[in-house]
Nanobody, 116 residues
């Protein structure tokens, strides 16, 4: 059973920045495409950024130019650098496999709140 632990969320003012981290217990972490997802109150969970095992990245339109996804396979860790944050970025952020039919069990997520 792969465990995913997200961290780094918090309360930030509009225009601010946060860096999220995702630690995975999967030994072969480097093999998998990974993604950052978010779920705002009353909305479905959405994929906001993904990174393939080779490093290719993709972003949903609403975060392009503001968010950067990266990974450190030696540490089984993935990151999401979020800049120029907006109130509409407020959500619980999760990490999991991306571009796959099967995902691992979801972690507890990390709350990001953008508010003045």
């Amino acid at each position: 059973q792969v465990q995913l632990v997200e961290s780094g969320g918090g309360l930030v003012q509009p225009g601010g920045s946060l860096r999220l981290s995702c630690a995975a217990s999967e030994r072969d972490f480097s093999r998998y495409a990974m993604g950052w997802y978010r779920q705002a109150p009353g909305k479905q969970r959405e994929l906001v950024a993904s990174i393939r095992s080779g490093g290719n990245t993709n972003y949903t339109d609403s975060v392009k130019g503001r968010f950067t996804i990266s990974r450190d396979n030696a540490k089984n860790t993935m990151y999401l650098q979020m800049n120029s944050l907006k109130p509409e970025d407020t959500a619980v952020y999760y990490c999991n496999r991306a571009l796959a039919m099967i995902r691992w069990s979801w972690g507890q997520g990390t709350q990001v709140t953008v508010s003045s």
